[in-house]
T-cell receptor
Framework: GAVVSQHPSWVICKSGTSVKIECRSLDFQATTMFWYRQFPKQSLMLMATSNEGSKATYEQGVEKDKFLINHASLTLSTLTVTSAHPEDSSFYIC???????????FGPGTRLTVT | GESVGLHLPTLSVQEGDNSIINCAYSNSASDYFIWYKQESGKGPQFIIDIRSNMDKRQGQRVTVLLNKTVKHLSLQIAATQPGDSAVYFCAEDPPGGGNKLTFGTGTQLKVEL
């Protein structure tokens, strides 16, 4: 089956610094990748949609200058949280489509803690 | 069932019993629905899906029912096992949304021995 990985699985950073999260499709080419954020005991909230070679489309209320998304290849998308603050602490999950069907395959998530 | 807000609904069942998890979706034009299982600290895992031209679909130990009249989706798990303990989310794929999924609020399933 289609496998999506994320790196790192968890990260702790200081307030004001930036952190990059990678999302990779390991055995298929992902034409579209999605980035979600999930706070404890809440649902997944879509942040942005990323298509290879083009600018990401952000959901309403998500700051594009704070959450930089790059989808430079068909197997890699990155999310950079710039000038992180404690309220950015969350579980960030990516998903990818583009395999034989259009099912979304989810990564294992990245736990970000900003101190 | 699922509800709006920060409180995660919980369903507790005895091992071996059947579980029924409910979901109300929002867009009457949605034509594709998926149930996901999420274990603590992990990403969502696909369980089963259903298209709007169907009202029932069965998998291994799981059945999804779709009632378009009342915009209701349910997931039935037969002979619930401890390994089924997780949070379950329904998701809908509205038409023209470019595969963007809208997730429900989730239900915590706890299986008691």
């Amino acid at each position: 089956g289609a496998v999506v990985s994320q790196h790192p699985s968890w990260v702790i950073c200081k307030s004001g610094t930036s952190v990059k999260i990678e999302c990779r499709s390991l055995d298929f080419q992902a034409t579209t990748m999605f980035w979600y954020r999930q706070f404890p005991k809440q649902s997944l909230m879509l942040m942005a949609t990323s298509n290879e070679g083009s600018k990401a489309t952000y959901e309403q209320g998500v700051e594009k200058d704070k959450f930089l998304i790059n989808h430079a290849s068909l197997t890699l998308s990155t999310l950079t949280v710039t000038s992180a603050h404690p309220e950015d602490s969350s579980f960030y999950i990516c998903s990818a489509t583009g395999g034989k069907d259009y099912e979304q395959y989810f990564g294992p998530g990245t736990r970000l803690t900003v101190t | 069932g699922e509800s709006v807000g920060l409180h995660l609904p919980t369903l507790s069942v005895q091992e071996g019993d059947n579980s029924i998890i409910n979901c109300a979706y929002s867009n009457s034009a949605s034509d594709y629905f998926i149930w996901y299982k999420q274990e603590s600290g992990k990403g969502p895992q696909f369980i089963i899906d259903i298209r709007s031209n169907m009202d029932k679909r069965q998998g291994q130990r799981v059945t999804v029912l779709l009632n378009k009249t009342v915009k209701h989706l349910s997931l039935q798990i037969a002979a619930t096992q401890p390994g089924d303990s997780a949070v379950y989310f329904c998701a809908e794929d509205p038409p023209g949304g470019g595969n963007k999924l809208t997730f429900g609020t989730g239900t915590q399933l706890k299986v008691e021995l």
